[in-house]
C-alpha cells in the first residue's frame, strides 16, 4: 500500500486502461492463469508418463488453456476505460458508467500484489471506502505506485526484446511448418515409400487427412512445450524483480533471448535427436 501525499502529478491524460469490478478482475485472473499452468502440467504429465491420445490432449487444453485465455480477453475489452484528470478531478470512463473522483480525496493507492490480469491498483478513498473499479494500469497519479515490484515486473515485460518473436503466427504458424513438414515426409516416405507415396495408394483425401493430423498433433506439441518455458521464464523474472527490481530489464532480456532459444533452437534439436537416436 502506499500513502500518496496531497498534491497529484500534473498528468492530465487520456490514460488508456480497464476498470475492473473486482468479480471481473478475479474471474480474468483466474483465467489467465489456468490458460498459463495449464499447458505446462499436460507437457509435465505427458513426459512423467501419464500418456494420452492427442485428441484428448488437445480437447484439455482448449477446454482448460484456450477457452480461458478468451474468456479473459473478451473481459479485457468489455472492461476498457479511459481516464482523464485535469489536475483536481480524475475521470474514469467505461461504456456502461462514468465515475468522477477528486483527487484529493484519494487517501492511498493500493497496487496488486500479483499482476493479473495486469499490472492494477485499487483506490481507497478518504472515507474508507474503496473506487467501486480498481484500475489497470492506474492512472499515474501517484509516483510512488511505479516502484512495486508488480509494477516494475509488468513495465519490464511491455518493453521487452525480440516482440516479433513471440508472435503466434511467426512461433506457430511459420515455425510450426518447419517440424510438420519433417515429420509428415519421414512418415511418408517410411509408410509409403515416398512423399507423395499416400496420394497414390490411397488418395488425395487420405493423404491430406493425414497431412492436417500430423499438423494438428505438431501445433498441439508446440504450443505445450513453448507455455512449459514461457512459464518458467515468467516465474523466474517475477522473482528476481522482486529480489532485485533494478536489475528487471536486464532479468527481462535475459528471459526472452533463454525462452527464444529454447524454442527456436531446442525444437530442430529435438528433431534430431529423434531422427539420430
Known amino acids: 500500500m502506499t500513502r500518496p501525499g496531497s498534491a497529484a502529478n500534473a498528468w492530465t491524460g487520456p490514460w488508456p486502461c480497464r476498470a475492473w469490478p473486482r468479480w471481473a478482475r478475479w474471474t480474468a485472473a483466474a483465467s489467465i492463469a489456468s490458460s498459463r499452468v495449464v499447458p505446462p502440467a499436460i507437457a509435465i504429465a505427458y513426459v512423467l508418463g501419464a500418456q494420452s491420445a492427442p485428441r484428448a490432449m488437445l480437447e484439455a487444453l482448449v477446454a482448460l488453456g484456450l477457452l480461458p485465455a478468451i474468456a479473459a480477453w473478451l473481459l479485457e475489452r468489455a472492461f476498457a476505460a479511459r481516464a482523464t484528470s485535469d489536475g483536481t478531478t480524475l475521470w474514469i470512463e467505461r461504456r456502461d458508467a462514468r465515475v468522477e473522483v ?45 516502484a512495486e515490484p508488480a509494477w516494475i515486473y509488468a513495465a519490464a515485460r511491455r518493453a521487452a526484446p525480440l516482440a516479433a518473436l513471440r508472435h503466434p503466427l511467426v512461433r506457430f504458424g511459420a515455425f510450426g511448418l518447419i ?43 508446440l504450443a505445450l512445450y513453448a507455455a512449459t518455458f514461457r512459464l518458467g521464464g515468467e516465474l523466474l523474472a517475477w522473482t528476481t524483480t522482486w529480489l532485485a527490481p533494478a536489475r528487471a530489464r536486464v532479468i527481462r532480456s535475459v528471459v526472452e533471448w533463454g525462452v527464444a532459444i529454447a524454442y527456436y533452437a531446442g525444437v530442430p534439436a529435438l528433431l534430431a535427436i529423434r531422427f539420430l537416436a
Open 102 to 146: 477528486p483527487l484529493e480525496s484519494i487517501a492511498d493507492t493500493e497496487p496488486w500484489r500479483v499482476p493479473l490480469p495486469g499490472a492494477g491498483a485499487a483506490l481507497r478513498l478518504r472515507s474508507g471506502a474503496r473506487l467501486a473499479f480498481d484500475l489497470e494500469p492506474a492512472p499515474p497519479i501517484r509516483d510512488a505506485v511505479a
Open 179 to 221: 517440424p510438420t513438414g519433417v515429420l509428415f515426409r519421414a512418415h511418408q516416405i517410411i509408410a509409403f515409400g515416398g512423399f507423395f507415396g499416400q496420394q497414390r495408394m490411397e488418395g488425395a483425401a487420405a493423404w491430406t487427412a493425414t497431412l492436417v493430423e500430423f499438423w494438428v498433433s505438431t501445433l498441439l506439441g
